[in-house]
């Protein structure tokens, strides 16, 4: 017996065992595995190794099927032996190489499966056959069985293995060539259901070979269904017996396709489930599909030409060429990982070099995508980028182009897109983009074309000219003057300010609560001073717009503002406003009872001082107030105003019970309460304002506590 | 005869076998060189073949711009139209539409569900002959440029955990936002700019808060973190140079600066550390590119009337619409706009028609905007809101007024450009509005799709944290096929 290592085919016997080894590990960890660069070089090997153990391991299996016995002419147990070592070393690396070639992209998951396996199987097979003991007696019945087994896998490996390489009807061409099917033509079951069931149910289910007695081959016999009854049934959750095969777990003895063979993808259950779901005609056309109908996404992806343009089949640049030409102001990105495609995006106008686009030239057989928008681009630049000769989009958006040298374009073949908006172009410089092959897409919004000149381009056939958003018919009203100020009680001097974003609008006015009009109301020229209470309303207006809607706003005139607030009593937690300013900040506060620039009062009585450094003549004292009668705001039952030089000495100076409203009146509403008295000298005041002890009987919470609301007490 | 075989087995020796054993460790071995996370190891943030700042495929958008209609506008008013809801004015919502399914606290305890038809007329437009309410006359205008799904539904029947689960595929807070995610997954186009921005708008109608945890980084680098433009004139606050520092100075006190900060990373290695020094640099580079993108003075009177006179107002939407365009224009991966006002459980009529009033032309001045200069194929726009609202009414109910409340089980958004097909309408409710009747869209699922249209799977694209790899899809989310072109 030798030993392992002690000769050559100890050697080769040990590696085959150890390739073996590793073949088995990768299967196990197959959906783990990340296949180096270099790796794929022993993947590209496949194709050379692979005829070593065919040949081989045949010969080898031809031998034991002669051989009689031990000492006959045909006995060569010594070159059989060596045979079989080779014959299985070779498989192992054919294997192994086999499978690293599988791990590469483009091959169908469907077609490598049993050659993959078939593979592995003679290599791990032959291995095998090398370690057990029944290779010993080549003679026997057993042997020779075993072999024609092997040379019938070895020989059905290497056929599924040129299958792959040379195509399906490679050995045996079938009838005709079956020609690609445009969208337009394409039929749902014709050419998208049929081809699937072809593949993955036509093998046990055709004429020789009807498993379950189901025959699909003809539309008939497949609509007639099997010994289990028809195939599909839409009056059911799970649309019937086809698809609930389909659905069960892979494992169970049902599923179908049984386990083993090519299983049917998630996209193709998709599609015979939408198809059966459509009612499984035979004769619907893909043009007819809605478009959002997954059996049209599906034709889509299958029968979609496939367009050479956006293969993106040329050498990719050296990484770290296109790493060096990046900055802040300019992006060369590959399109995806991988991919050699690389767009560029330019910014910032400031920053701009025409040099920064010879720059790439380096890169230039590689840039597909180009964005050169608000940069300073002119018309001899465009010499340079026609020498990116696979630019596919080109956007010169508001650029300095005016168009003379666009014919450069010509050298671009692939040109799809080009965008000119914004630029100065003509429709004479225009004429020469018909002569670029590729394109289909020019973009000419914002350019000195007139609507004729749009009218005549839009009749190009090849090319579908953009016009974009035209603004010269358009008429639109513009939007209303801003008021400025954010007070609407306005103390001592303080004006009206309007305002108006956009440039040359005019803003008119009004004093007296009317809407003004473009022709004899007041013209804003600067703020605006008022003597009373006013309701302010103003329009804007400017050529070739219509004028805005108005813009209402009623000031309130006040003398003096406190020059401190004092609360006495404390609002409701839930009312706080902000505090005592909340009453000498000149805002009212929108009508919505939790704006949060309300005080809020219910269970104690609203009190409040108000002091002035100097004393002033007051002659009124005006609460603004919210009614909300719903949630039980009400105008308050006693509202006291005390007047004098300072807290300690105090008169009543009026009272007020305000009427109470006689009806549910629903909604938000502010309004004024004014408490007049003789004019007096006074440095503070003090306003006392009682909530509703008891809502009045039509209410629906009648006999609870009403609360008050404030915002803003008003002094004149 | 029978000796070599005995031999055989007699000189198997126990070293022999071991020998053998060792062999095949050793195939182990090797082969374990080549899957790397075998050994537990390798479980770096990217996962599964990630490179941060590069898609996993070819991207059909390179940036996308959220239109977000905050507090749900109703999809009975604008898109989904339901003449049976008018033929029943007033009946009950039939107890077998809604099959016990739950109700807010707003309306669970109502006495009866009067369905509410829309007051408003709808037409058909476009060659898709889709169907767009009176509300939306600009928006009709485009719809062969947009992708109407009306088949949207989410989980969440509440404002915050639905705007939450919208923007971070999760109910409750933390979670990276879409725009982090892309950010994070695809890196920032321009060096100048933010890669996520967030403008802010409202309007009249009733309203629900937006909150900054919408457009947080969660548990990403804090560079992936919205950046949230202020409304005034102003947009980027604290950028411009204090008085008496020019931009040497700066320079000379950023380098000092970043200097200290690499002496700490050195030191702890922070990856905190070096993402301040980044949002040093470009905030340096941002005094630049900001004023130049916000400046609005330049837009040519086309542009004004394309998006409204109020375009030029900071802070509205058609102004925010019109920045959402030029920050995409320089390359900002993400711009979240949210309007707000539309949450319309009383007096939903009025207060629609305002929205409406502030968001249709600019909506569609956007689309067409970003078609005419050649981005809207590499740019996907959408609009939506965080769920939809019942077919019945809540609260007041008359000929003219009604409410509705929260509706998660259907509504309607719209996506334009970015390789979705346009002039489509996707998906359908039954006659009630109340259920999808076919093909339901479900957030993730548009979530996968939106990520699949940047170039990203949604499966790939994930971060380790707290030792769990995180989805933006969370363990869901299949891609709509139905609506990529």
């Known amino acids: ?716 | 005869m029978e000796k070599p075989v005995f031999d055989f087995a007699m000189n198997s020796t126990r070293r022999h076998f071991l020998s053998r054993l060792s062999l095949g460790l050793g195939s182990a071995a090797l082969g374990s060189l080549l899957v790397p996370d075998i050994f537990g190891k390798g479980g770096d943030e990217g996962g599964s073949g990630l490179i941060p700042g590069q898609p996993h495929f070819a991207p059909k958008a390179k940036r996308v711009i959220y239109l977000f209609q905050n507090g749900a506008p109703s999809q009975f008013e604008l898109f989904d139209h339901k003449p049976l809801l008018n033929k029943m004015f007033g009946q009950d919502l039939p107890e077998s539409v809604r099959g016990g399914q739950r109700l807010t606290g707003m309306t669970a305890n109502q006495k009866n569900f009067p369905l509410a038809g829309s007051i408003f007329n709808f037409a058909r437009y476009g060659a898709s002959g889709a169907e767009i309410s009176e509300l939306l006359p600009y928006t009709s205008r485009i719809v062969d440029d947009i992708c109407i799904i009306k088949s949207m539904h989410t989980d969440a029947i509440n404002h915050d955990p639905a705007l939450t689960f919208f923007q971070t595929g999760a109910q409750v807070g933390n979670r990276p936002s879409m725009g982090s995610w892309l950010s994070y997954g695809l890196g920032s186009e321009n060096q100048n700019l933010p890669g996520f921005c967030v403008l802010l708008s409202r309007g009249l109608g009733n309203g629900q808060g937006v909150y900054s945890k919408l457009w947080t980084n969660g548990f990403l680098d804090s560079v992936h973190q919205g950046v949230q433009f202020s409304s005034g004139e102003n947009p980027v606050l604290y950028l411009g140079d204090p008085e008496g520092m020019d931009r040497a100075e700066r320079r000379r006190m950023l380098d000092k600066l970043a200097a200290l900060n690499q002496g700490t990373y050195d030191e702890f290695g922070d990856p905190e550390i070096m993402a301040k020094i980044q949002q040093y640099e470009m905030a340096y580079r941002m005094q630049t590119a900001v004023p130049e993108v916000a400046d609005m003075s330049k837009e040519p009177e086309s542009v004004v009337k394309m998006y409204g006179p109020d375009c030029l107002v900071p802070g509205t939407y058609a102004a925010n619409c019109l920045l959402a365009r030029k920050l995409s224009e320089q390359g900002v991966r993400f711009v979240q706009l949210y309007h707000q006002g539309w949450d319309g459980h009383a007096a939903l009529p009025k207060e629609i028609r305002g929205q409406c009033l502030d968001v249709d032309q600019a909506s569609a001045a956007l689309v067409t905007d970003l078609k005419q200069r050649g981005l809207l194929d590499e740019t996907l726009v959408i609009w939506g809101g965080e769920f939809g609202r019942t077919n019945y009414c809540q609260g007041a109910f008359t000929q003219d007024n009604y409410g509705r409340d929260h509706h998660p089980r259907a509504f309607t958004i719209w996506m334009a450009g970015g390789g979705v097909k346009p002039g489509l309408v996707y998906g359908e409710t039954d006659d009630f509005g109340y259920n999808i009747v076919s093909n339901p869209v479900h957030v993730h699922d548009l979530h996968a799709t939106i990520l699949n249209q940047l170039g990203l799977d949604h499966e790939k694209l994930t971060f380790k944290h707290q030792g769990r790899r995180y989805r933006l899809t969370d363990v869901s989310g299949k891609l709509v096929k139905g609506i990529i072109a």
């Open chain 1, 1 to 716: 017996m030798r030993r392992f290592f002690a000769d050559w085919k100890g050697v080769l016997y040990n590696t085959a065992f150890f390739l073996n080894g590793l073949l088995v590990f990768f299967l196990v960890f197959e959906d783990r595995l990340v296949t180096p660069g270099w790796m794929y070089l022993v993947g590209r090997f496949h194709p050379l190794v692979l005829h070593f153990p065919l040949v081989v391991l045949l010969l080898f299996a031809g031998w034991v099927i002669v051989v009689e016995k031990p000492g006959s002419n045909r006995w060569h147990a010594g070159l059989a032996d060596t045979l079989l070592l080779t014959g299985t070393l070779t498989a192992a690396v054919a294997a192994l190489s086999g499978f690293v070639l599988s791990q590469e992209d483009g091959y169908e998951a469907d077609a490598i499966f049993f050659h993959k396996w078939l593979g592995i199987g003679v290599s791990l097979g032959s291995l095998a056959w090398y370690a057990i003991p029944v290779r010993r007696t080549p003679w026997n019945f057993s042997a020779k069985a075993v072999a024609v087994v092997f040379i019938l896998v070895t020989m059905a490996a290497g056929h599924l293995g040129g299958n792959l390489t040379h195509g399906n009807d490679f050995l045996i061409p079938a009838a005709g060539e079956k020609a690609r099917v445009a969208l337009e033509d394409a039929q749902v079951y014709r050419d998208l259901v049929q081809p699937v069931l072809q593949q993955k149910c036509y093998p046990c289910h055709n004429a020789d070979k009807a498993k379950g007695g189901l025959q699909m081959h003809t539309r008939e016999l497949l609509a007639k269904g099997g010994e289990n009854g028809i195939p599909w049934d839409t009056t059911q959750a799970d649309l019937g017996l086809l698809l609930r095969r389909v659905h069960l777990p892979a494992n169970d003895k049902k599923h179908m396709p049984p386990r083993g063979k090519a299983q049917l993808t998630e996209d193709e259950v998709v599609l015979l489930t939408a198809w059966i779901k459509s009612g499984s005609g035979f004769d619907g056309k893909v043009s007819e599909l809605p478009r959002e109908s997954p059996l049209y996404s599906y034709a889509q992806a299958v029968l979609r030409t496939g367009s050479a343009e956006d293969m993106y089949a040329f050498k990719a640049a050296d990484a770290s060429r296109v790493a060096a030409l990046n900055t802040n102001y300019r992006i060369v990105k590959p399109l995806a990982p991988e991919s050699p495609a690389l767009v560029v995006n330019f910014y910032n106008r400031a920053a701009f070099k025409n040099s920064d686009i010879s720059d790439l030239l380096p890169v230039g057989d590689q840039v597909i995508s180009m964005d050169l928008s608000k940069m300073p681009v002119g018309d001899e630049d465009l010499k340079t980028i026609a020498r990116f000769s696979r630019l596919r989009k080109l956007l010169l958006n508001f650029t300095d182009i005016k168009g003379n040298t666009l014919s450069e374009l010509k050298k671009l073949p692939f040109l799809k897109e080009l965008a000119l908006s914004g630029t100065a172009v003509t429709a004479t410089h225009l004429k020469t983009l018909e002569e670029i092959p590729s394109l289909r897409d020019v973009y000419l919004w914002s350019t000195p074309l007139s609507a004729d000149e749009f009218a005549h381009l839009k009749k190009s056939k090849k090319i579908r000219y953009e016009s974009g958003f035209r603004s010269d018919t358009v008429v639109i009203a513009l939007n209303a003057p801003t008021v400025e100020n954010q007070e609407q009680i306005l103390t001592g001097g303080t004006r009206i300010r309007l305002s108006h974003r956009i440039p040359g609008a005019e803003i008119r006015y009004n004093l007296d609560g009317t809407v003004p009009d473009s022709a004899v109301s007041a013209v804003y020229s600067g703020p605006i001073a008022i003597s009373q209470n006013t309701k302010l309303v103003a329009r804007a207006f400017r050529a070739g717009w219509l004028g805005s809607a108005p813009v209402e706003r009623f000031f309130i005139k006040a003398n003096y503002r406190a020059d401190s607030v004092h609360l006495i009593s404390p609002p409701d937690a839930k009312f706080k406003g902000k505090g005592g300013k909340t009453l000498s900040d000149g805002i009212r506060s929108i009508t919505l009872p939790n704006s949060g620039d309300w005080l809020g009062y219910r269970d104690t009585d609203f009190q409040s001082d108000l002091f002035f450094r100097k004393p002033v003549k007051v002659s009124s004292v005006t609460l603004s107030m919210l009614q909300n009668l719903n949630r039980f705001i009400f105008p308050p039952a006693r509202l006291e105003v005390w007047g004098g030089a300072n807290p300690d000495s105090l008169a009543l100076l009026k009272v007020i019970r305000p009427a109470m409203p006689k009806k549910m009146v629903p909604g938000n509403e502010d309004f004024l309460l004014e408490a007049g008295f003789e004019p007096r000298l006074l440095g503070c005041i003090r306003v006392i304002a009682k909530p509703v002890g008891k809502l009045p009987a039509w209410h629906p919470k009648k006999g609870e506590k009403g609360w008050v609301f404030v915002d803003e007490v008003i002094i004149n």
